[in-house]
C-alpha cells in the first residue's frame, strides 16, 4: 500500500471507514488499538488517510468523474465549510463544499470537491464536458454553464411559500392568500411524485391530470403578482416580498416538464 509502511489495504479501509463512515476520530481510534495491544499514533494514522487518499482513492475519485460527464442528468449543490488552521486563511473565513451526483438512473455517484469560494467558474470547470440536464436551486453560479439545460427544484420553492403563510397571523393562514395557494400546488406536485417514487422513467413521463396549476399565470403568477398592499401591517410585508424569490427559477422549473423520454430527473 505505502512504501516502508506496515498498513495493509483492510487496514486502512478499516480506519478510513471507521472515520468518515461511522464518525470515529482518529484520537478514539488510537485508544481503541491501544486497549487491544496495537500501538498505532494518531500522527501514523492521519498520514494513513492522506497518503490513501492521494496515492489510491484520487485515482477512484478520478475514474467516477468521467462516468460522472457521461451521464444524461445530474445534480448539484453547494455549503459553506469553515476549515482550521488552512494555511494562508483564518479560520473565520468561510469555505464551500460542492456536491455533485447523479441522479436514480445509472450508476450512483457522488462527488465532493472542496473550494474557498462560491464563483460560479467552480461547477464550470468541474463539469466542462457534461452535457445534459442539471438539477439545481436557484443560485445564479449556475446559470451560464454551456451545452446544460437547468433544471429547478420545487422543493425550494414551496419553502418560500411555505415560509409566507407562516409569516401571516394565525388567523389568516387558512384564507384564500396566494402563499396557500402556491403551497398547495407544490403538495399536490409532491403527492405525485411519491406515487411515481418507484415508476419507470417512460413510465413516470405518463401525463397526469392530477397537475394543474393554479389558474390565471400558473404556479409563477401566483408568486409574481403578490404584492403587499399598502394596508399591510410592516412586520408583514417580509412575507409578501420572498415570493417572488421563488419564481427565481421560473424556467428551470418549467423545464421539468420537457424532459425527454428516459430522462427525467428525480
Same mark, same amino acid.
Request: hydrophobic content about 35%; some cysteine; charged content about 20%.
Given at each position: 500500500?505505502?512504501?516502508?509502511?506496515?498498513?495493509?489495504p483492510?487496514?486502512?479501509?478499516?480506519?478510513?471507514?471507521?472515520?468518515?463512515?461511522?464518525?470515529?476520530p *482518529?484520537?478514539?481510534q488510537e485508544? /481503541?488499538?491501544? $486497549?487491544?495491544?496495537? !500501538?498505532?499514533s494518531?500522527?501514523?494514522? %492521519?498520514?494513513?488517510?492522506?497518503?490513501?487518499a492521494?496515492?489510491?482513492l484520487?485515482l477512484?475519485?478520478?475514474?467516477m468523474h468521467k462516468?460522472?460527464?457521461?451521464?444524461?442528468?445530474?445534480?448539484a449543490?453547494?455549503?459553506?465549510l469553515q476549515?482550521?488552521?488552512?494555511?494562508?486563511?483564518?479560520?473565520?473565513?468561510?469555505?464551500?463544499?460542492?456536491l455533485?451526483?447523479t441522479?436514480r438512473?445509472?450508476?450512483?455517484?457522488?462527488?465532493?470537491?472542496?473550494r474557498?469560494?462560491?464563483?460560479?467558474e467552480h461547477?464550470?470547470?468541474?463539469?466542462s464536458?457534461?452535457?445534459?440536464y442539471?438539477?439545481?436551486?436557484g443560485?445564479a453560479?449556475?446559470?451560464?454553464?454551456p451545452?446544460?439545460? *437547468?433544471?429547478?427544484?420545487?422543493? /425550494?420553492?414551496? $419553502?418560500?411559500?411555505? !415560509?409566507?403563510?407562516?409569516?401571516?397571523? %394565525?388567523?389568516?393562514?387558512?384564507?384564500?392568500v396566494?402563499?396557500?395557494?402556491?403551497?398547495?400546488?407544490?403538495?399536490r406536485?409532491?403527492?405525485?411524485?411519491?406515487?411515481?417514487?418507484?415508476?419507470?422513467?417512460?413510465?413516470?413521463?405518463?401525463?397526469?391530470?392530477?397537475i394543474?396549476?393554479?389558474?390565471?399565470?400558473g404556479?409563477?403568477?401566483v408568486?409574481?403578482?403578490?404584492?403587499?398592499?399598502?394596508?399591510?401591517?410592516?412586520?408583514?410585508?417580509?412575507?409578501?416580498?420572498?415570493?417572488?424569490?421563488?419564481?427565481?427559477?421560473t424556467h428551470g422549473l418549467?423545464?421539468?416538464?420537457?424532459?425527454?423520454?428516459?430522462q427525467?430527473?428525480e
Amino acid at each position: 500500500m505505502l512504501p516502508g509502511s506496515l498498513v495493509s489495504p483492510s487496514a486502512m479501509a478499516y480506519i478510513m471507514t471507521q472515520k468518515y463512515v461511522e464518525s470515529m476520530p *482518529l484520537y478514539r481510534q488510537e485508544q /481503541h488499538f491501544a $486497549r487491544l495491544g496495537v !500501538e498505532l499514533s494518531r500522527q501514523t494514522l %492521519a498520514n494513513w488517510m492522506v497518503q490513501g487518499a492521494d496515492r489510491w482513492l484520487s485515482l477512484l475519485y478520478a475514474r467516477m468523474h468521467k462516468h460522472l460527464w457521461a451521464q444524461d442528468i445530474l445534480h448539484a449543490d453547494e455549503t459553506t465549510l469553515q476549515v482550521l488552521r488552512e494555511p494562508g486563511r483564518s479560520a473565520k473565513n468561510t469555505s464551500y463544499l460542492w456536491l455533485y451526483r447523479t441522479g436514480r438512473a445509472g450508476p450512483s455517484i457522488i462527488l465532493y470537491d472542496y473550494r474557498i469560494t462560491r464563483a460560479s467558474e467552480h461547477p464550470r470547470r468541474y463539469l466542462s464536458g457534461f452535457k445534459g440536464y442539471l438539477h439545481v436551486d436557484g443560485y445564479a453560479g449556475y446559470n451560464e454553464l454551456p451545452d446544460v439545460t *437547468l433544471v429547478g427544484c420545487w422543493a /425550494h420553492a414551496r $419553502r418560500k411559500f411555505d !415560509e409566507a403563510l407562516k409569516a401571516l397571523p %394565525a388567523a389568516q393562514r387558512n384564507a384564500a392568500v396566494a402563499a396557500k395557494e402556491g403551497l398547495e400546488f407544490c403538495n399536490r406536485l409532491f403527492a405525485i411524485e411519491r406515487d411515481l417514487r418507484e415508476a419507470t422513467p417512460g413510465g413516470a413521463l405518463c401525463p397526469s391530470p392530477r397537475i394543474q396549476s393554479p389558474g390565471g399565470g400558473g404556479v409563477f403568477g401566483v408568486a409574481e403578482i403578490s404584492e403587499p398592499p399598502r394596508s399591510a401591517e410592516k412586520r408583514l410585508r417580509p412575507s409578501y416580498q420572498i415570493l417572488p424569490q421563488s419564481v427565481g427559477q421560473t424556467h428551470g422549473l418549467s423545464t421539468r416538464g420537457t424532459v425527454g423520454p428516459g430522462q427525467q430527473p428525480e
